[in-house]
């Protein structure tokens, strides 16, 4: 499972958290139906907005990532989040990069004008096809994740960039075609070639990197492989708004875990919230909400510290099979929640009793990433 992590220019907020939330629960889900996982987590620390912000603060590109990216695992940890098995970073990947540039050059997919390389469409005819636009779709498609790359040096306007000469320090390497650094796309293409082959099981990330970060790394990494599908399941997760706008660093509408956890919210509390809506939809941040998610959390917690004899085993197995129903269903999560609650609810009115019963609660509380193992 290969999932497009952050760009660390700066200090994330609860729609990085989503990603992470929603696919450490598909993990730990995976995991409870005896597959064995192996995730990687991408970290995108060459690109433009990394050298503005390093240049921005007079620190090198690395300093810079190594400084957010432990603000973010700080925040993962507050979640629960299980720690992918690598982080691969860009500026690690360099050679596989210029590798891959160098066999669709090779293969006749990609072109080189005075330093830059793109990538030629025509000659992938299902370009476009993971976000369903047509080639007049794609032409007139607008979103803020688009790079800006030189129009006038591409033969087809739908070219995409894939190599760029570049003299700015911690951003630059030597290739065949001058001192540069990779387009965005084609970078998530090698590290997860790197790490899991040419073939993925799941790739995932947020739903407004389908395209074209996710349509051109399918047709890049075809053609230089040959390996066909590249992903056998794409899923995508939706937005985190605050008031109707979809949060995000460059408008600063952001609303940080580390914030929420300051002024009092837990862990459980908050991966509740996100986890209240499935994963694929877009969802406004309600601090109201997530105060009545505290009190579902601390109504769980104090459920699982329950201890009344050995009966219910029977009685809660009917409770386990909705729960897996629900998370067999695309990650129901608001119906898993909906069985948790039921099982703690009924504990503590006494009509489920039994250490059957709240061990049922601990374990099927830990797929959906929530601590509720008594210390």
């Avoid at 990532?65 to 860009?90: F, G």
């Avoid at 293409?189 to 993925?200: F, N, Q, V």
Wanted: charged fraction near 25%; charge should be negative.
């Amino acid at each position: 499972m290969y999932v497009c992590g952050i760009t660390p220019y700066d200090v994330g907020h609860l729609g990085h958290a989503l990603v992470a939330v929603a696919f450490d629960t598909l993990h730990r889900w995976l995991e409870f139906n005896s597959y064995e996982v192996h995730h990687i987590q991408n970290i995108t620390d060459i690109d433009d907005d990394m050298v503005r912000k390093s240049q921005e603060l007079g620190i090198s590109i690395a300093e810079l990532t190594d400084r957010n990216h432990a603000i973010y695992l700080q925040d993962m940890d507050t979640l629960n989040v299980l720690r992918p098995d690598a982080y691969p970073r860009v500026s690690e990947t360099i050679p596989g990069i210029v590798a891959m540039v160098s066999d669709l050059i090779a293969r006749g997919h990609a072109y080189e004008v005075d330093g830059y390389v793109f990538f030629d469409v025509t000659t992938a005819p299902r370009f476009g096809a993971l976000a369903g636009l047509s080639p007049d779709e794609l032409l007139t498609f607008r979103s803020d994740s688009m790079p800006a790359e030189p129009a006038e040096l591409k033969r087809h306007p739908l070219d995409f960039l894939i190599w760029q000469p570049c003299s700015d320090e911690g951003a630059t390497f030597p290739s065949p075609w001058g001192m540069g650094r990779p387009g965005w796309h084609i970078e998530c293409s090698a590290m997860a070639r790197a790490a899991l082959g040419d073939r993925i099981d799941i790739h995932g990330g947020g739903k407004d990197l389908r395209y074209p970060h996710h349509d051109s790394e399918i047709v890049q990494s075809e053609c230089a492989t040959g390996a066909a599908p590249y992903v056998r399941v794409w899923m995508h997760n939706g937005t985190v708004g605050l008031a109707g706008e979809k949060m995000s660093k460059s408008l600063g509408n952001l609303v940080k875990v580390s914030d929420l956890v300051a002024r009092g919210h837990t862990g459980n509390a908050i991966r509740l919230l996100m986890l209240s809506v499935r994963y694929r939809d877009d969802r406004d941040f309600d601090e109201q909400a997530l105060n009545r998610w505290e009190q579902a959390a601390r109504l769980l917690e104090h459920a699982a510290r329950t201890r009344s004899g050995a009966q219910g085993g029977q009685l809660v197995q009917s409770r386990r099979l909705e729960f897996q129903d629900a998370m067999d269903d695309d990650l129901d999560t608001p119906a898993a929640i909906d069985v948790l609650l039921g099982i703690a609810r009924d504990l503590e009115a006494g009509t489920l009793a039994g250490d059957a019963a709240v061990s049922t609660l601990i374990e099927l509380g830990e797929v959906l990433g929530l601590r509720l193992r008594p210390e």
